[in-house]
Nanobody, 123 residues
Framework: QVQLVESGGGLVQAGGSLRLSCAASGRTFSTYTKGWFRQAPGTGREFVAA????????YYADSVKGRFTISRDNAKNTVYLQINSLKPEDTAVYYC????????????????WGQGTQVTVSS
């Protein structure tokens, strides 16, 4: 069993930065691919980024490439999402998830989810 708790969201002006954290509990945390997803009001959940269990491979949605950086520290059971050059369209609830699969990480099976953290970007 893996439990995930996100933090670091908030209200920020366009062009600003945030670092989201996702702290995990559970002995098998390090063996899962970790993903970040987001959901804006009235829309479906969108894949943002993912990182392999070793941290050696990262994946990003085209809409965030160059602005978002995902990283993980397995010793601390934590995965991070550094968000730079924030735009109003980045406003959403951001969720971290743990899962496995093959092919594009956005399509993996993610059985474990956090409760989400709100990011609001003002123009």
């Amino acid at each position: 069993q893996v439990q995930l708790v996100e933090s670091g969201g908030g209200l920020v002006q366009a062009g600003g930065s945030l670092r989201l954290s996702c702290a995990a509990s559970g002995r098998t945390f390090s063996t899962y691919t970790k993903g970040w997803f987001r959901q804006a009001p009235g829309t479906g959940r969108e894949f943002v980024a993912a990182i392999s269990w070793s941290g050696g491979s990262t994946y990003y949605a085209d809409s965030v490439k160059g602005r978002f950086t995902i990283s993980r520290d397995n010793a601390k059971n934590t995965v991070y999402l550094q968000i730079n050059s924030l735009k109003p369209e980045d406003t959403a609830v951001y969720y971290c998830a743990a899962g496995t699969g093959s092919g594009p990480p956005g399509s993996y099976e993610y059985p474990y989810w956090g409760q989400g953290t709100q990011v609001t970007v003002s123009s």
